[in-house]
């Protein structure tokens, strides 16, 4: 059993993938025998005998093979059409609002940081949440909250530039010393000292993941391969953690689009493919879902080299208990109903999405996480709460 | 007592710039104190940096778009300009006008809008807050490109009185919607176009055929108000002297609770603010005089390390210290990347509220950057920042015993102050090899380790987060 005594397993665990930029929706999930879609696109369009078939109107990129493979499978849903109103063009700011579900507002406090806060209110176990990447994504982020972020998980904690593994460890006591409440040390000094505690258990049990893990799954050489490795060891370990988070970028393609796209569906796609594999191999897949949402989807038309911002975004939901399909409406490509006579118009809320998986998947009562209620799925064949 | 002024002196060095090192402060220590305020407080007394030193070392360092290499020519005149307030005074402003690179991608524009603070970050309130108001990357950031004269957009006139000069409370939606009326036809143009010539800076422009020119309400006044205008009644304001006092505050002296919550909490030395308001009042606004004030005042003086610094601070703070980056180099760029991890990539605030500061600066994940960046920084013998305090330490020609190496290096790295627990830590550490000495070869070596771990260790504390 694992130092924090926590039973391997049998909770419900979130991986979720950000794709950073705005991942053209319309050309991962293709509307392949639809003229407009040619038409509106006569540079970055994929053409309908490359597409890669799921129904008779729909088609995955042919970068994403692996992707479609899981949706024969049964086990990925596509929610088609996901944003809200008066979607926001700015990077930023949109990225903002999926992560607060404030469109109105400006908020800084996280979804997920509130999930972490029911699930460990006291701030027990610093790996109830764990980023992969540097700098903590704000829907990780909220006063009180404790959510680990690891660049390297190799090489993941306070000190490590001190090369000297003996000095290093050393070096470390020192620094729990230095980091000791105090009486009468202050509000903040007590915070610095918490702070830094935290990340030295939580860097101590981490440690446990790597020299734990054994696979036969190879994994590509690419960011989002690597991070998903990182997830798999880290899940496989049993440290306790719920929220899995990272994130792939590169998706802003407003140029050459052609030959991004394809690169980072082939990325991606295949790195979740290797790492379901990687769960199954180890029986750790039937309690993960993971969650792949983008900031929003880009314009129609393109602009002769790639696609600029626009809106009408998708999601996947992924997973052993996931049942595939369709969900939602592939937002319209009549051009009438065409948003500011150039977008997608949205289809379904992204609070439902969440709702979703707080309801149904975490257990967590999503109403004051997102906000209010919004409709949402039905995408799991069981789950893990009641 | 000389250590007394050595140590006000790097407070005040560490508020009005970012950082100074021994050695400077040994010189500056040796001057009244009131000479050295009038220094900071005058730039324009000593020659501006020259940067374009830059483009002779590194061509690329003069790439025109990227914001990560400005943000790392910025450190550069962080650490090296002889204007140091004036630094921190863009800074400072920065803070409170955040805007951001993300919403234009638009680095020309950013970077002119950076040297428009740096400019004015000194002068009038009122000059400041009318270039403010005429600086394109501003007005593309809260869109008042889009407030026309038959379809006016309230975002500028908003945050202008909200986040800018006022604060909530001390003016109704109605002084809103006046305000944005005011300032229509304030736009910008595109000189350059961008294709095929790539990124040029926006400049200013106004459209009187789109400015509105009718009658005016506002905060009580009536008339047919353009910006200027606006601005003008906005600084008379004892609202405004406040609020911009709260902010020089919170920067300069001690955290307070983020700007949303001022309007309910209370600041925490209510007296400091009133001076600095009877300065910005005296003044009408003169924001030089207002920090020459602070810089004499007591309370000034004396709150010390009650702010956590900012991860900007940490780092150009750092680097002065290890003696790094006083030539360019590519290694200028890398600080961005360091910033933008520990939580504030320069040019691109979050929102136009700008960053949470104090504690709000520290999670798990920004702390182990900030350490391990500190760490990295310092942990090379050879910087000169670590030879310096190596040649005081050997200058002593005696061994150096454990407390005086803590102490040696305390002082070097600040000089910092430190509980119990951690000087009890370091004096652990300290007294495990026994005396420093420095006769021969493999005794320089060894004390030179020390001495490096030493410091590591310092700037791995706690009390080193705050400035």
Not at chain 1, 159 to 181: C, G, K, S, W
Request: aromatic share 10%.
């Amino acid at each position: 059993m694992p130092a924090n005594g926590r039973k391997k397993g049998k909770d419900p665990v979130l991986v979720v993938i950000q794709l950073s930029g705005g991942n053209d929706f319309m050309n991962t999930v293709i509307p392949f025998t639809n003229g407009t879609y040619h038409d509106a696109r006569p540079l970055v369009r994929i053409a309908e005998d490359k597409a890669l078939p799921i129904t008779d109107t729909l088609a995955f990129h042919p970068s994403a093979a692996p992707m479609r493979k899981l949706f024969q499978d049964g086990k990925l849903a596509v929610v088609q059409g996901i944003g809200y109103q008066n979607s926001s063009r700015s990077h930023f700011r949109a990225m903002d609002i999926m992560h607060t579900c404030e469109p109105n507002r400006i908020a800084t406090e996280g979804w997920l940081a509130k999930v972490v806060r029911q699930f460990d209110p006291d701030g027990t176990n610093p790996l109830t949440a764990v980023n992969f990447g540097r700098g903590l994504p704000r829907a990780l982020a909220a006063p009180g909250v404790t959510a680990t972020s690891v660049g390297d998980l190799d090489n993941y904690g306070l000190l490590t530039p001190i090369q000297l593994a003996q000095q290093r460890e050393e070096d470390l006591e020192v620094f729990r010393r230095m980091y000791t409440p105090a009486v009468g040390s202050g509000l903040v000094m007590d915070y610095l000292s918490q702070t830094g505690r935290d990340v030295i258990k939580g860097a101590e049990q981490l440690k446990e993941a790597p020299r734990a893990y054994r696979s036969t799954v190879e994994y590509a050489s690419n960011p989002i391969a690597k991070s998903l490795r990182d997830v798999a060891r880290v899940h496989t370990s049993g440290l306790g953690t719920r929220i899995f988070y990272t994130n792939h970028g590169g998706y802003d393609h407003h140029a050459q689009e052609v030959v991004t796209h394809a690169r980072l569906l082939a990325e991606l796609s295949g790195a979740i493919s290797d790492f379901m594999q990687d769960l199954r191999d180890h029986s750790a897949s039937d309690e993960v879902l993971i969650l792949v949402f983008t900031e929003f989807g880009r314009r129609i038309k393109d602009n002769g080299s790639g696609t600029d911002h626009g809106s009408g975004g998708g999601a996947f939901l992924i997973g052993d208990r996931v049942a595939g399909g369709l969900y939602s409406e592939y937002p319209s490509l009549e051009p009438s109903q065409w948003l500011n006579g150039e977008d997608l118009r949205h289809t379904f809320d992204f609070r439902g999405v969440y709702g979703t998986i707080l309801d149904q998947w975490l257990g967590v009562d999503s109403e004051p996480i997102v906000g209010g209620k919004f409709e949402q799925l039905k995408p799991f064949t069981s789950t893990l709460v009641a | 007592m000389a250590n007394d002024r050595i140590a006000l002196m790097a407070h005040l060095m560490r508020r009005a710039g970012f950082g100074a090192t021994r050695a400077e402060l040994d010189s500056l220590a040796r001057r009244p104190y009131e000479e050295v305020v009038e220094d900071l407080v005058n730039p324009e007394r000593f020659p501006e940096l020259d940067d374009k030193v830059l483009a002779r070392y590194y061509p690329h360092l003069m790439n025109q778009d990227n914001p990560g290499v400005w943000n790392g020519r910025w450190f550069y005149r962080m650490v090296n300009s002889k204007r140091p307030l004036q630094e921190k005074m863009a800074l400072f402003w920065h803070h409170v006008f955040a805007t951001g690179w993300t919403k234009s991608e638009h680095t020309p524009t950013m970077v002119q809008h950076i040297e428009m603070l740096r400019r004015n970050g000194l002068g009038n309130l009122r000059t400041l807050l009318v270039e403010l108001s005429r600086d394109p990357a501003m007005i593309y950031w809260l869109d008042n490109s889009e407030n026309h004269r038959d379809a006016p957009n309230e975002n500028y006139g908003r945050e202008l009185l909200e986040l800018f000069s006022m604060g909530i409370g001390n003016y109704t939606e109605t002084d809103i919607k006046n305000v944005a009326r005011a300032f229509t036809g304030w736009t910008f143009e595109q000189p350059i176009p961008l294709y095929p010539f790539g990124h040029y800076p926006a400049r200013f422009v106004y459209r009187p055929e789109d400015h509105d020119d009718s009658e005016k309400t506002f905060l009580g006044r009536r008339g047919k108000f353009n910006g200027e205008d606006i601005v003008d009644i906005i600084v008379g304001q004892p609202a405004a002297a406040r609020f911009i006092s709260r902010h020089i505050y919170n920067f300069f002296v001690a955290d307070e609770p983020q700007v949303p919550a001022w309007s309910i909490t209370p600041p925490q030395d209510q007296a400091a603010i009133d001076i600095l308001v009877e300065s910005f009042e005296r003044s009408n606004g003169d924001i030089r005089s207002v920090m020459r004030t602070l810089f004499y005042a007591d309370f000034f003086k004396e709150t010390r390390h009650q702010r956590v610094k900012s991860p900007t601070e940490f780092i150009a703070g750092t680097i002065k210290l290890a003696g790094d980056h006083q030539y360019p180099s590519l290694g200028l760029v890398a600080l961005d990347s360091a910033a933008t991890v520990m939580g504030q990539k320069l040019m691109d605030p979050p929102t136009v509220e700008g960053w949470h500061t104090g504690k709000e600066w520290i999670d798990g994940g920004t702390l182990t950057e900030r350490v391990n960046f500190a760490v990295e920084t310092i942990k090379d013998p050879a910087k000169p920042g670590i030879q310096a305090l190596m040649g005081r330490l050997a200058g002593r020609k005696k061994p150096v015993t454990a407390r005086q190496l803590v102490d040696a290096c305390l002082d070097h790295a600040g000089p910092l102050e430190v509980e119990k627990a951690t000087r009890q830590a370091l004096l652990d550490v300290a007294s495990s090899g026994g005396e420093i000495r420095f006769e021969t070869e493999k005794a320089r070596a060894d004390a030179q380790a020390r001495i490096v771990r030493m410091l590591t260790l310092i700037v791995a504390s706690r009390e080193y987060q705050f400035a």
